[in-house]
């Protein structure tokens, strides 16, 4: 058995059948048996159970700087810690991800589900991702239009079925990037440089967001809801001082930590599990949760947050079952 304990920032005691290490290609022969998983430090993962198959743990390291015609063109191998990069850059005057300081994960791992923050997605800045078609064997790249990439979405995540490992991330710069400050925390404060806003940013994250190193937790559960204006007036009628954001496409976002503050399940504790004080999105283990727990609290606070709003919440993180990625509706 293969321990996954170290490759999902929730702490769960599961394990994988086997386990592989890629540090390179090479390391892998194909056909590989199915099924399998690919992990990158796992912190957008939940495990509902343990994985009866291989894990691949993508480990693939490196980062290549090119500057020409204005701007800067940076490679990074899919198994490289996000924040370091982001360290690296800043340090050789790169800017565009300070927005993105202090997520836990991999650059492998970030344009899955395009994570975000602060006004930023990583899907902004990538130009292209060179992958590997585990069934065959074959290497390509697939550019920015072709990943699809969308609020906490991607290509990679609405097809899983092609089982494409993520060797490369290819990323673009320009020399002289517009800080975005438009969120509240970065807004009202006077942020001259892309170092301050990371030391903002990871000042804020450090007082609302627990450290996976200290308490199990995989980040923000679930995805902020989209709606329609007219949901919007309903929720407003009655609730006047409810967090609005306008998204693509006329419709809406919504604050679904509000959402589940409102409804009661701010730091609430079931069983081993709960929701974190200073941040209700996050759902956390308090030591020795088990997965059941863990799945029983997110369809507990989703359940209270339709009874009170009538919003459907669901999940940022990616569920994994004994046989691989797991549907939210057809989980109990």
Not at 7 to 28: E, K, P, R
Not at 149 to 171: A, C, M, T, W
Request: aromatic share 10%; proline share 5%.
């Amino acid at each position: 058995m293969f321990s996954l304990l170290p490759y999902n920032t929730f702490a769960l005691d599961v394990h994988a059948q086997h386990g592989i290490v890629v540090n390179a290609l090479s390391d892998l022969k194909f056909p590989l048996p199915e099924p399998y998983i690919i992990l990158g430090r796992g912190s957008d993962v939940l495990f509902t159970s343990d994985f009866e198959g291989t894990a691949l743990i993508n480990n693939i390291r490196g980062v290549d700087i090119l500057h020409e015609d204005n701007e800067y063109l940076v490679r990074v191998g899919g198994g490289e810690i996000l924040d370091e990069l982001i360290v690296k850059l800043l340090n050789q005057g790169i800017c565009g991800l300070e927005n993105l300081s202090a997520i836990p994960g991999t650059v492998g791992a970030a344009p899955i589900q395009n994570i975000g923050a602060y006004g930023v997605e990583i899907g902004d800045f990538i130009a292209s991702v060179e992958v590997c078609d585990l069934k065959s064997g074959k290497t390509f790249t697939l550019d920015k239009d072709a990943c699809q990439f969308g609020y906490r979405d991607s290509y990679f995540k609405r097809h899983p079925q092609e089982h494409l490992f993520i060797i490369y991330v290819n990323f673009r710069f320009p020399d002289e990037p517009k800080l975005i400050l438009s969120y509240q925390g970065l807004r009202d404060q006077d942020l001259k440089d892309a170092q301050a806003v990371r030391a903002q940013v990871r000042a804020l994250r450090a007082r609302k967001l627990p450290d996976p190193r200290y308490v199990g937790n995989a980040g923000s559960f679930f995805k902020n809801p989209l709606v329609d204006a007219q949901t919007v007036t309903r929720l407003r009628e009655q609730y006047p001082d409810i967090p609005v954001f306008t998204a693509e496409g006329g419709r809406y976002k919504l604050a679904a930590g509000w959402l589940i503050d409102k409804a009661g399940c701010r730091g609430i504790t079931h069983g081993h599990a709960g929701t974190w004080e200073h941040q209700a999105l996050v759902l956390v283990n308090r030591g020795q949760a088990k997965p059941h727990e863990i799945v029983s609290l997110a369809k507990y606070v989703s359940t209270q947050v339709m009874a009170h709003f009538g919003i459907e919440l669901v999940p940022e993180v990616r569920l994994y079952g004994r046989n691989g990625e797991v549907a939210w509706d057809l989980l109990l």
